[in-house]
């Protein structure tokens, strides 16, 4: 029995997993970071690889764009497959002067313009938080290794493309340091079932300096937090 979305079998993944949108990105991690990775789904090209790192079993696997897409790929991993840490490794967009191209930024918590919380959590205001002790271990590495940073309050939308550039101006008055649009949803469905998580973006976009970065410079940053990431979830 597979899942609709997944056809790996049982066992076929880590209890750890590292997720990024983009099936390439997972690709490429398997293909560089991970010993012995193969390949355990590939349902419309969201591919996922299992392999090894520092000798611990770690999958990763892409989860689309958006928070209905990854919470169809997390529901199914957590309750069908058993994985019981995510680690979100993706690019943000960001609108505050003091962060720049290529940052690291961690999400302490994320605020969203989706419904999906509140759809779950009888239209309250669900507080979407990082695993606290992922969170940490994930800063103490980067300081070990050096590199700098930034935790702190993400906002997870539905729009890539707003139709109201005002909201920028606000996101960056409430010190938001990363736009993306799947970190809120991931971390409510975590404390819903009761997994561990994190999410660490590299800044990919500036949307009121209007920079973005080239394919090649997101390489480099995307390695830090790859190893970041692999470092955190092995704990
Ligand atoms: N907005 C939302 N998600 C993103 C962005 C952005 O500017 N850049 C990378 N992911």
């Known amino acids: 029995m597979v ?4 056809n790996a079998q049982k066992g076929d993944f880590s209890e750890r997993v590292i997720m990024s949108g983009d099936p390439i990105r997972v690709k490429y991690i398997a293909d560089n970071f991970l010993e012995n990775a193969y390949e ?3 349902v419309r090209s969201m591919l996922g690889f299992t392999g090894h790192y520092k000798n611990v ?9 958006g928070i209905p897409s990854a919470l169809i790929y997390i529901k199914e991993l957590i309750q069908y497959y058993n994985i019981k840490k995510i680690i979100r ?6 609108v505050r002067n003091d962060i720049k191209l290529k940052d690291i930024v961690i999400a302490m918590g994320a605020c969203t313009d989706s419904k999906v919380n509140r759809l779950k959590f009888n239209n309250y ?9 992922m969170l940490c271990n994930a800063v103490k590495y980067s300081k070990k290794i050096n590199i700098n940073v930034r935790v702190g309050n993400f906002f997870t939308t539905d729009l890539f493309y707003a ?5 920028y101006d606000l996101l960056s008055k409430y010190n938001i340091i990363g736009i993306d ?5 991931i971390y409510s469905i975590s404390s819903e079932l009761n997994i561990q998580t994190v999410s660490i973006c590299s800044v990919s976009d500036h949307i009121i300096h209007g920079q973005m970065l080239s394919v090649n410079d ?3 940053s995307f390695n830090d937090m790859i190893e970041i990431a692999l470092e955190t979830i092995i704990i």
Do not use: L, Q, W
């Open 40 to 42: 355990v789904t590939n």
């Open 3 to 6: 899942t609709p979305h997944i």
């Open 57 to 65: 079993m770690v999958s990763v696997m892409s989860h689309g764009i």
């Open 89 to 94: 490794v993706g690019t943000c967009g960001a």
């Open 218 to 220: 997101r390489e480099n």
């Open 163 to 167: 139709y109201d550039y005002k909201i």
């Open 181 to 185: 649009m799947e970190t809120s949803g």
């Open 125 to 133: 205001d669900f507080s979407a938080i990082a695993d606290f002790e």
